[in-house]
T-cell receptor, first 116, second 115 residues
Framework: GAVVSQHPSRVICKSGTSVKIECRSLDFQATTMFWYRQFPKQSLMLMATSNEGSKATYEQGVEKDKFLINHASLTLSTLTVTSAHPEDSSFYIC????????????FGPGTRLTVL | QQQVKQSPQSLIVQKGGISIINCAYENTAFDYFPWYQQFPGKGPALLIAIRPDVSEKKEGRFTISFNKSAKQFSLHIMDSQPGDSATYFCAASPGSGAGSYQLTFGKGTKLSVIP
């Protein structure tokens, strides 16, 4: 149980285009989902916290108009990178808190974004 | 986000040996301390986690030691195997209140277990 999937696993796009990444909790309802970015050989940096049915909360320095997050249901959150540029190339990982009141987070397999 | 300091940055251990990774935190509001294992190109996987009300937790070959007064916690991997070679991250989060459940990660430790 407690499986989180991401789609796509890998995407290559041209500079200026938008890319949507989906994060799904497959066998549980996630009240909260988190989006992280990880550059090569670095740690995970929290980008935003997403609660179902409400606006995402972004960390300092993360542009909310560039990284659009939608959490329309208890099993799906999406991250859209708008007008992507080469510096947005990174590994994007989502996680889901699997039970209200639980600390445990389960992570997706990540999405490798490469912007040419 | 409050910082979580992790050391060493890299670690080489012989097969069968004990791998020890240390973390220290500053925020006394943290009350959940998980360790994650990450292989290249994959998402992190939860290994083991501890709360401040216990000083040690063991699951198989993995043990967390927790020192609340020193604000430090460590991961011990007993009988290390080549398959344990991965990057390990410690993390911490507060319980309820502002920033609740948001994980702050250490910088990671790349473990290599040599035969």
């Amino acid at each position: 149980g407690a499986v989180v999937s991401q789609h796509p696993s890998r995407v290559i796009c041209k500079s200026g285009t938008s890319v949507k990444i989906e994060c799904r909790s497959l066998d549980f309802q996630a009240t909260t989902m988190f989006w992280y970015r990880q550059f090569p050989k670095q740690s995970l940096m929290l980008m935003a916290t997403s609660n179902e049915g409400s606006k995402a909360t972004y960390e300092q320095g993360v542009e909310k108009d560039k990284f659009l997050i939608n959490h329309a249901s208890l099993t799906l959150s999406t991250l859209t990178v708008t007008s992507a540029h080469p510096e947005d190339s990174s590994f994007y990982i989502c996680s889901a808190r699997w039970l209200a009141g639980s600390d445990e987070q389960f992570f997706g397999p990540g999405t490798r974004l490469t912007v040419l | 986000q409050q910082q979580v300091k992790q050391s060493p940055q890299s670690l080489i251990v012989q097969k069968g040996g004990i791998s020890i990774i240390n973390c220290a935190y500053e925020n006394t509001a943290f009350d959940y301390f998980p360790w994650y294992q990450q292989f290249p190109g994959k998402g992190p996987a939860l290994l083991i986690a501890i709360r401040p009300d216990v000083s040690e937790k063991k699951e198989g070959r993995f043990t967390i030691s927790f020192n609340k007064s020193a604000k430090q916690f460590s991961l011990h991997i007993m009988d290390s195997q080549p398959g344990d070679s991965a990057t390990y991250f410690c993390a911490a989060s507060p319980g309820s209140g502002a920033g609740s459940y948001q994980l702050t990660f250490g910088k990671g430790t790349k473990l290599s277990v040599i035969p």
